[in-house]
């Protein structure tokens, strides 16, 4: 069964879910994990795409846009993963909707920051979790 974390940004903490997500993503990567950053919006998925390129100046963090980037060499991927056929065990979450294809990663990651209606959705995807049985934790990000 899939393990759902929820990781949630403090209030006074800086930053916002994407930049939060940039992070996860590459503790996940170091750690051996291929990564599915999950953006059904293509302004979303260009605006983390850029932020990867960015974020750290010291490093490169390689990933990709599903779809236009090679997945065997791209541990990163990011877009719609509705369709994604690719293997990846860990998936972030960034859509308002719980993703019905999140089954299939051994961990799911929800991201959440300081707007009031990704605190709204987040609240809506956290009971679906409890509710269907699937074991949750939180971490609160400072």
Known sequence: MTQVDFYILDPEASGDRYQLSCRI???????GHRVLIHTPVESESR????????L????FIPHGVLGQADPQINPILI????NDAEEHDVLINLA?????????????????DHDEAVKLASRDRYRFYREHGYPLNTHSIA
């Open 56 to 59: 750290w100046e010291s490093s």
């Open 79 to 82: 877009g719609d993963g509705s």
């Open 96 to 112: 308002a909707a719980v993703p019905v294809f999140f089954g299939r990663f051994e961990r799911l990651i929800e991201c959440v």
């Open 47 to 54: 605006h983390l795409d850029g932020l990867l390129w960015t």
């Open 25 to 31: 993503a590459e503790k996940a990567r170091r750690a």
